[in-house]
């Protein structure tokens, strides 16, 4: 008689965001489906964008459950519920949004430390959690909720800084499947927000991108 392999106890980390939300969930709940035991951790407002949706897995018999941890609303300056870039009305507003990111690092450590998972799936926007898994000796995947080929397009523009160099564009990425250009030169806050993405992702065990092979034909083997 054949014994069953114990399932994994997986943690999920969202951003505050719903492109980010969304398909981390939906993530979430196919894992799930497969006899593993999710958490999500998240925050109380974005919680109630899915909490029907968890209540249906729930009753699917899936093992997922959500897990509430404090929004830093006092520390960045914002409104009691404003926890959502969807409810951001303006730069500044979502500024804080993102810097709300940063400060729950201590409470997600704490969490780790007492109740630690097999597995760690933070978004990506969430680049601290290199050093926190790495630390705690919890294997990390990082999910990315954009498609491969924005991922290869990232890259290539980190890794040919002299295809920028001029004033003027139209500028062409080099070293991609297909010739591409881009009429404006990549800000300097692009270039810092994508390379710590970059050495987030590269410190992990594995990126999850929301893709499949169809959509960036060209681009997963590059």
């Known amino acids: 008689m054949g014994t069953e392999s114990k399932p994994l106890k997986i943690y999920m980390l969202p951003f505050f965001a719903q492109g980010h939300l969304i398909p981390l969930v939906n993530l979430a709940r196919l894992v ?3 006899n593993q035991q999710v958490t999500i951790i998240t925050t109380p407002s974005n919680a109630q964008l899915f909490d029907k949706i968890i209540e249906e897995e729930k009753a699917a018999g899936h093992h997922i459950r959500v897990h509430i941890i404090n929004f830093p609303a006092t520390q960045v300056g914002l409104p009691i519920g404003v926890e959502n ?6 730069n500044q507003t ?8 940063h400060f729950i690092k201590p409470e997600i450590e704490n969490l780790l430390k007492q109740n630690p998972p097999h597995v760690f799936i933070p978004d990506i926007m969430f680049t601290w959690s290199e050093s926190t898994s790495k630390d705690l000796q919890i294997p990390r995947l990082v999910f990315n909720p954009i498609s491969i080929f924005d991922v290869c397009m990232i890259q290539a523009i980190q890794s040919h800084p002299e295809a920028f160099v001029s004033d003027s564009g139209p500028y062409q990425i080099p070293g991609l499947p297909h010739l591409l250009t881009l009429p404006i030169k990549p800000s300097p806050g692009f270039a810092r927000l ?6 987030a992702e590269n410190g ?5 991108v ?5 959509l960036d034909e060209g681009y997963t083997e590059y």
């Open 32 to 34: 799930a489906s497969k």
């Open 85 to 90: 870039l969807f409810a951001a009305s303006d």
């Open 94 to 101: 979502a500024g804080k949004i993102h810097m709300a990111s």
């Open 194 to 199: 994508t390379e710590a993405l970059i050495k």
């Open 204 to 208: 992990s065990h594995g990126v999850i």
């Open 210 to 214: 929301n893709s499949f092979t169809e």
